[in-house]
């Protein structure tokens, strides 16, 4: 008898880990805090593996330098002196800065050093430099990736 109860004493206990097992390994983790991402200068447009849903809050920060002209180094904001002329890209912004696009063919946007908007699309996250001719670039800057679902969030 007292095995008896020894035994279904240890299913008992048994069975409130794995009950609560679950709700003790649920841990809530921003795309951010797994996210970390290298962008070259000298590649075409480069998924970062994040897929972004329509509504879903996009942070992405940048850092590091790469060459965009020649013996002239810069960050992800692009060159100070020369904006993008009307055949990069983004004609917006700088030449040499970072931009984006949710999806394959999805609407381009600078990022820069940071970005923080509402996805108006869903797809991946592709990244690359502002410019037309990128077998002369070098370097990498590095992403960071913060993807936070809200209300709005549609998949």
Do not use: C
């Amino acid at each position: 008898m007292r095995k008896l109860l020894l035994l279904a004493g240890a299913v008992a206990v048994l069975v409130t880990l794995v009950q609560a097992a679950p709700r003790a390994l649920t841990v809530s983790q921003r795309h951010g805090d797994l996210i970390a991402k290298q962008i070259y200068a000298y590649r075409d447009w480069q998924s970062t593996g994040v897929r972004i849903d329509q509504g879903d809050r996009v942070e992405i920060q940048a850092e590091g330098e790469w060459l965009y002209t020649p013996d002239e180094f810069h960050g992800p904001a692009g060159h100070p002196r020369f904006p993008a002329p009307s055949f990069y890209p983004v004609s917006t912004g700088s030449g040499g800065a970072l931009i984006g696009r949710i999806g394959e063919t999805g609407g381009r946007f600078v990022v820069g050093e940071r970005l923080n908007m509402q996805a108006t699309q869903h797809g991946i996250l592709y990244l690359r430099i502002n410019d037309d001719i990128l077998s002369d670039n070098d370097g990498w800057v590095a992403v960071r990736i913060d993807v936070t679902e809200t209300e709005d969030s549609l998949p």
